[in-house]
């Protein structure tokens, strides 16, 4: 079984980059000015990484495992900006970075905490 602190840690740790995330993607939309337009694509960028945000802080596994197809979103749009257009580099960096973070720490969870899924389903059989 896993050690509950360090779950706790990944728990926490993911719960953190997807509001970093959320923020960084609002932040990056309406820096350039608040307009309908902008304030109507901040909304559209956040909702996946809100969506998830109950799952995240109740622990519940299966919300950390559809989390990382809902990343990857994020990590193609910050290396298309990033290479599309070179002035928006000092926004694409960060949520490259966040989202590859994000990925890692929602795997690190699954794995560890795999083997007490395991025996959930094998006393369910």
Request: charged share 10%.
């Amino acid at each position: 079984m896993a050690d509950n602190s360090l779950v706790r840690r990944f728990q926490v740790a993911a719960v953190s980059l997807d509001i970093a995330l959320i923020a960084l993607v609002v932040g990056w939309q309406l820096a350039s000015g608040l307009t309908a337009t902008r304030l109507m694509l901040a909304v559209v960028l956040a909702l996946p990484l809100l969506a998830p945000l109950r799952g995240l802080l109740r622990g519940n596994r299966r919300t950390f495992a559809w989390t990382t197809l809902c990343v990857i979103l994020y990590f193609v749009i910050g290396i298309t900006e990033a290479v599309a257009q070179p002035g928006s580099r000092i926004w694409s960096a960060p949520c490259l970075m966040l989202a590859l973070a994000l990925f890692v720490i929602l795997i690190a969870y699954l794995r560890v905490t795999r083997d007490g899924a395991q025996l959930v389903n094998q006393s369910a059989d």
